[in-house]
């Protein structure tokens, strides 16, 4: 069989309230063009389906019309997980009406684990690969809440739920590995040793629930993951991977390459694995330095290899104030306004001040640039600046989880 990977999509996603629909649309035709030039069997997509559990109509819409059009390609069975972002109530709603179509949807974690064990047969009905679909796992789900236990001894909790819940799968996957039929397993986590972009929220408490690639059983023959939005693979093991996001959802992305993989099983074992870069449409790009040196970026910038306008985040750096500076910047973006647009204008670096005022500096960053912990951790720093804030810290992401799991339930 062939498999494609893939993840992350965050449809309806927003960047400083602007929409990224035209973006992902891009990006959704181009999959199903990938799908059929490359004879896909199986489709797998690893969590984070939308940006937030309450999508908008766009973001559904996008959503139902590629799985409409998907099932008249070549590809037969369709498999997707939820991830911390998607609503398992959400995912799950037209769930029995996919499954006639051979979607397969598993929004959150299963009260019967054999709910998560797909098996995928061919054309001639023989059985071709078994598939392990694990959604994100919350707190409620891998480990029972234990009144005054140490933050230490939570973390160590939820490592060891997780990979008991892939553990469990190792018994009722044997009998296929008897008969030679290779095993897939799913997942959406923070793998230890995993690269890590701003545009992921933290998942768990911080990022509780890192387990290691040797936690993985070996009986999988490949790993699919999502949550982290940089292709890679896990601790330099072959078959652990992220596939990463379709499109670069922040600026800490800008260089980043994103992809898609491609597996081939043949003779129960993963025989290939290639990866195939997606094609951008709109690029985000980070003009910093001096006045002079962000005109001329500006100016020198060339769009033409894009079909959108990009968006840009700009920091000037300065020996000391230029009253006009605001509207100098506006002047050499009104040149390109057909290719260009400010998107993120950092409070300029004065050099001559920067020992004194680089912490003021530094926290004049604009809030939607923060995460709700940065926030919180800049009040604490603010309003006890003498006092250790690590166990404010742990409480405050202790209650952003809850509140997003209430969110997603």
Known sequence: MRVLHTSDWHLGQRLVNLER???????????????????????????????TGVPSNTALRQYYNFLTRVCATCCRHIII???????????????????????????????????????????????????????????????????????????????????????????????????????????????????????????????????????????????ALGHLHRPQQVNKAHHIRYSGSPIPLSFSEVTDKKVVYVLDFENGQLTDLKEIAIPVCRKLVRFKGSLEEVKQKIAVYDNSSYTLPAWAELQVELDAPIPDLNQQLE???QLKSDELQLLIHRPPLIKTVRKTLEQEVREEVDLHTLSEKEVFLKRCESAFPESDHTEL?????????????????
């Open 81 to 223: 997980t939820g991830g911390n972002h998607d609503s398992v109530s959400t995912l799950n709603a037209p769930k029995e009406l996919l499954d006639c179509f051979n979607i397969k949807v598993i929004g959150g974690a299963t009260a019967d684990l054999l709910d998560e064990l797909i098996e995928l047969r061919d054309e001639n009905g023989q059985l071709e690969l078994v598939v392990c679909a694990v959604p994100f796992l919350r707190d409620r789900d891998v480990r029972l809440s234990v009144p005054g236990e140490s933050y230490e001894e939570r973390e160590q909790r939820i490592k060891q739920g997780i990979a008991a819940h892939y553990a469990a799968f190792v018994p009722h996957v044997h009998p296929y590995k008897d008969q030679g039929i290779p095993v897939v397993a799913m997942g959406h986590l923070f793998a230890a040793g995993g690269s890590a972009s701003d545009s992921e929220k933290e998942i768990h408490v911080g990022n509780l629930g890192q387990i290691g690639a040797d936690q993985f059983p070996k009986e999988f023959d490949y790993v």
């Open 331 to 333: 002047e050499a973006l």
């Open 393 to 409: 810290q742990s409480t405050f992401s202790e209650l952003l989880e809850l509140m997003r799991q209430e969110e997603n339930f």
């Open 21 to 51: 629909t035209e973006e992902h649309q891009h990006f959704l035709d181009w999959l199903l063009q990938t799908i059929e030039s490359e004879e896909v069997e199986v489709l797998l997509m690893a969590g984070d389906v939308f940006d």
